[in-house]
């Protein structure tokens, strides 16, 4: 390590230490380590995010209607056994002039079908699983599950749209295959400039929408190389608890920065309220009385963006622009606890594309032995928790075989997937591997447990963990003083070995195993100070166990 380096590291601590030795107080849930917002200190481990894994495709083109599968869509779960996936599409009958709402439908997100709803006719035949057409000029942005606990019955869906102004507009639904659309903007400015999502944030008791701005909305896509970003992802929220008081001013929350390549841009959020708004209920707290709020995070899943080039010389095959605002995108991860100024662990892809080779005829990536989804991705807004195994998260994203402007109008080249990750696995705290052990020494910034009075059972403290054969965690809590307390001290803590989604952190007492730590609970400061070797702490749970 170089005298700078070793500079640089001490005042990182340093900065660390002195943001987070103010206290946090927990509520009952669950809390990602997605960065250092609960820790002061630690040596020798680091922020690692992890890939889902893809599992395939799941909504390919069947009909005519769908000649067209384009890639604003959303997953939502409507009610036990009531999985869609609302999807964007058309075909030769639209004769560009309209574009359909689609739906399939799962009883476990996995294996999906096409309803024949007979609402909606394409080319006179009424069985489709059609729910809206829209204007050519504007698109079905994102459908979700209304969970304000005062909204209307008839407001159960929402889903946001746009025309050609990019105006924010909403419609809304009580069953999401009948529509009614609120045809005045919400937002009036070119805020619906890509898929626009609309959160209830319980927190706020508002309604949260994020978006894209296009700062320079009549300019030409085609990069130059000398190029700077001119989209941003923004948000706002409604004065109050009606959908339709959306102020009318949005704030910059995400925009590529200085230090990325030249050439890139940011196309959308497909944004979630972590674990509170995709509706997985397993997820949230239980056994708790008179808690109002639920940990969360916000969590984007951004489609970068690469625009192609024009008149290279000698051309690149590579960077070839086949069309107006042709470009590539693959899907990044970021997060916020707040809804603002998101941050990356990484600007490692979350979700890359497949490996495939561009066809230089068209442009598009469909040469022989090319996957699926080897042109561009772009996440689904949404996510289940799996039925069959619930320590994995279905995740659901578009790919295709295209690039963004590429020749074939995504005809027979485009689908829907679905990618697992482990329960709460975005991102953990890993120790370096390479170390001796113990390797790693982690604390959290002082914590004020819940109040004890809201749980009629033992209050615990649980971890999301990951320990190799080689691996191990031991915690020990310690008072204000930053001393350990007796009875939670690391010589009684009971070392966790193995793969675990919860499990709760336990001590032994004079032969009494002992995983309550209620009697810490009456607004007392304390910090847990961990030691790991070979191990991945992605989350920690406070529970009330009956």
């Known amino acids: ?182 045809e005045s903007p919400l937002i009036a400015s070119q805020f619906a400039d890509t898929q626009t999502v609309p959160i209830w944030d319980h927190r706020l008791e508002k309604y949260v929408v994020f978006g894209r701005v296009d700062n320079n909305f009549n300019r030409h896509d085609e990069c130059t190389g000398n190029y700077n970003s001119y989209r941003s992802i923004e948000r706002t929220a409604t004065l109050n608890s009606s959908i339709d008081s959306f102020v ?40 708790v009385a008179g808690q109002k709020t639920t940990p969360s995070v916000y969590i984007v899943f951004p489609s970068y963006t690469f625009h192609m080039q024009n008149g290279t010389t000698p051309i690149n095959p590579y960077t070839l622009n086949f069309g107006h605002n042709d470009n590539l995108l693959d899907i990044h991860l970021a997060f916020s606890s707040s809804g603002f100024n998101f941050s990356y662990v990484t600007k490692e892809p979350f979700i890359p594309r497949g490996i495939g080779i561009r066809n230089m005829t068209d442009g598009t990536f469909n040469s022989v032995g090319s996957d699926w989804d080897a042109g561009f991705v772009f996440m689904s807004r949404g996510m289940f928790e799996d039925v069959y195994s619930p320590n994995y998260i279905n995740l659901y994203y578009f790919g295709t075989q295209k690039t963004h402007s590429s020749a074939g109008d995504y005809q027979n080249l485009s689908a829907m997937g679905r990618a697992s990750i482990r329960r709460d696995g975005f991102v953990s705290l890993t120790t370096d591997y390479n170390l001796p052990m113990p390797q790693a020494a982690i604390v959290t910034r002082p914590l004020v447990l819940p109040s004890a009075s809201l749980c009629s059972g ?34 009684e803590f009971i070392s966790i070995k193995g793969n675990f989604i919860r499990v709760p952190l336990m001590w032994n007492v004079a032969g009494v195993y002992n995983t309550d730590v209620k009697k810490l609970a009456n607004n007392q400061t304390i910090q847990l100070s961990f030691e790991m070797s070979h191990t991945k702490l992605y989350a920690l749970e406070v529970a009330c166990v009956v």
């Open 458 to 491: 033992k209050q615990e403290l649980h971890v999301n963990i990951e320990a190799s054969i080689a691996g191990f965690v031991s915690v020990e809590i310690l008072n204000s003083a930053g001393q350990p307390i007796p009875g939670y001290t690391r010589a």
């Open 248 to 287: 009318n001013k949005t704030t910059t929350v995400m925009l590529w920065d200085k230090l990325d390549p030249v050439c890139v841009d940011i196309y959308n959020s497909a944004a979630v309220l972590y674990p509170a708004d995709p509706l997985m209920p397993s997820y949230l707290p239980k056994n």
């Open 1 to 182: 390590m170089t005298m700078h380096t070793a500079i640089v590291a001490v005042l990182a601590t340093l900065l660390l230490v002195g943001i987070h030795a103010q206290q946090f107080d927990l509520e009952y849930g669950t809390y990602l380590f997605h960065d250092s917002t609960l820790v002061q200190s630690m040596k020798g481990a680091s922020f690692e995010q992890h890939r889902p894994i893809k599992q395939g495709k799941i909504i390919v083109r069947d009909f005519d209607w769908e000649t067209v599968i384009f890639f604003y869509t959303s997953a939502i779960q409507a009610g036990p056994g009531d999985y869609r996936l609302y999807y964007t599409c058309w075909g030769p009958a639209n004769a560009e002039k309209t574009e359909n709402l689609c739906v399939a439908q799962s009883k476990d997100g996995i294996t999906w079908t096409k309803p024949k709803l007979g609402l909606i006719p394409y080319d006179g035949n009424y069985e489709t699983n059609i729910v809206w057409t829209f204007d050519w000029t504007g698109w079905p942005n994102t459908v979700n599950i209304d969970q304000n606990p005062d909204a209307h019955p008839d407001q159960r869906f929402v889903m946001t749209y746009d025309k050609a102004d990019r105006f924010l507009r909403v419609a809304s639904s009580p069953d999401g295959y009948k529509w009614q659309t609120l």
